[in-house]
């Protein structure tokens, strides 16, 4: 089969630029999912955060995450307690847990986020009550 099913590089990914509403100061590359190699139940995106940068409270049903930091400095919430991050962690966010995550730094906050979804692309992002 051809590369194109397998590989894709960041360079050739236009990013999903965050609104003052839904995750701002943002870029998110999604760099394997099913829209653009054969994953169909798993989703990689490289997220660059700018300084100030955050995300509402939320939890999703059928998305199992989990985040690795590269660059920066922020906080990551998850089931209610806050986490130092910073290049080398990873944080796992289990079915149902509700997270957010915010650039507490002076500089680029950028990380990976691994999903696993189920085969079906219907999911829903609840917010937290």
Known sequence: ???EKYVIHLEDVKPWIGTPTSHPKSKWYTL???DNVEAKRLVLAYVELEPGGYTEPG???DIEQAFYFIEGEG???VDEKDYDVKPGTAVL???NTTHCYRNT???LLSFLVI???PSSKEWIQKPVE
Do not use: Q, Y
Request: no cysteine; net charge negative.
């Open 115 to 117: 999903e696993s979804r």
């Open 32 to 34: 394997l999912s099913e």
């Open 1 to 3: 089969m051809s590369e």
């Open 105 to 107: 730094g002076s500089s």
């Open 75 to 77: 906080v990551m919430m």
């Open 59 to 61: 939890t999703h049903d």
């Open 93 to 95: 966010v289990p079915l």
